[in-house]
């Protein structure tokens, strides 16, 4: 059995592609619907697209995406006032580093969605996420309905923001290793609303890449990101895309993931930068990518507290 067929890497099913494009920055999507899970992985050798540069997006009244259209319109938001959510990072001239984080299962726990799925989504609801395993549904689709069709209001929804955890002084960490030259980053392929959410609980701000989301009548709806060129039709936003905005920032740029979808961001980095558990561990084993495991996210930022940047 060749490396990668346990996990669907050389599989290649019919009816399970979203389409065939070059993205809007003129790099190839690697999305494929169902790459959430091992069986569904995208087959990266087959160059397996999506109809990202074909979609248009609707930017939403109140888009809290920090993507932008080039690396150099992404510089520029250094030296321009945030919005609410944004953070304000170092200066690039200070920036030697960046840590590119996921949130869901990485940074905080249990995942969002897991616990609106477990508590407020009504019985009989379609399975959203069988559909999504199946090739059925898209990534970001199966979690936006999960998300739309969860009961209670907003109370209920902070209220599973409560039972979500994040590292115990997560302050400090971000404070130190941004003294010793990292910038932190997060990428989600969730919704910026409770990303934000909780980030602020924790007292920390930092620049957020994840897809837009708000209470209307209720309903937590989360949309597209606005800006195609760190969008992918799979999970909305394109985490590799944003990697590679930031590799061609700095010389340095680390990624921590733990699931499938985090792929293509993680292939990017150099090994001693590239941190994974879980599915996104399984994933790296199969495709004989090197990379440290971690359980814990600060075990990652005490890693990169050790290493020497320039």
Known sequence: MRRGDRLGLHRRPAGNLVGSCVGASGDLCHHRRGAKFPDHLVDHRRRLVCRCAESTFARPKDSVILANQTPQAVEDTYDQPFQREQAVPQSPAQRRAVFVSDFDGTLARPDFYQLVRKHLVPRGTPDYWNEYRAGAMTHFDALKAFFAAAEGGESALLGMVDMMETPRDLSDHVHGLRALGWEIVIVSAGC???????????????PVFAN????VDGRLIMERPADPAHSCW???IDKAAVVRVFQQQTHTVAFAGDGVPDFDAARLVPAKYRFARSDLAAACREEGVPFRPFEQWTEVTAALSQERVC
Request: no cysteine; hydrophobic share 40%; charged share 20%.
């Open 192 to 206: 910026s609303w409770y990303v934000q959410e909780l980030l602020a609980r924790a007292g920390v701000q930092l």
């Open 212 to 215: 837009p989301g708000r209470i």
């Open 234 to 236: 799979e999970t909305g």
